[in-house]
Nanobody, 114 residues
Framework: VQLQASGGGLVQSGGSLRVSCKLS????????MGWYRQSPDKERELVAG???????NYLDSVKGRFTISRDNVRRTLYLQMNSLKVEDTAVYYC?????????WGRGTLVTVSS
């Protein structure tokens, strides 16, 4: 099983970015999935989750700015991030929302400049 995140980069405060994560080696459509992030001075936190039937939930600090979605045919998870803030700077990872986690991938770095 492998999770490969992509799409990170450098963006100015107020800007937008979409990150993607592709799952290989497992049946993507069966799993509730989530986007997590970790910055150097914080523990990894769950930012957004989506169930197998597309119900979503969000960390309070990103509600109204971030949108999680999934494409079961492409086995890909997405996170659309708008109105980005400096405090959103982190490495973003995807993984299962609940249950035994898949091996963590490298994640994708999102840097928001002021």
């Amino acid at each position: 099983v492998q999770l490969q995140a992509s799409g990170g980069g450098l963006v100015q405060s107020g800007g937008s970015l979409r990150v993607s994560c592709k799952l290989s080696g497992a049946n993507f459509r069966l799993y509730d999935m989530g986007w997590y992030r970790q910055s150097p001075d914080k523990e990894r936190e769950l930012v957004a989750g989506i169930t197998s039937d597309h119900s979503t939930n969000y960390l309070d600090s990103v509600k109204g700015r971030f949108t999680i979605s999934r494409d079961n045919v492409r086995r890909t998870l997405y996170l659309q991030m708008n109105s980005l803030k400096v405090e959103d700077t982190a490495v973003y990872y995807c993984n299962r929302r609940v249950g035994d986690m898949f091996p963590w991938g490298r994640g994708t770095l999102v840097t928001v400049s002021s």
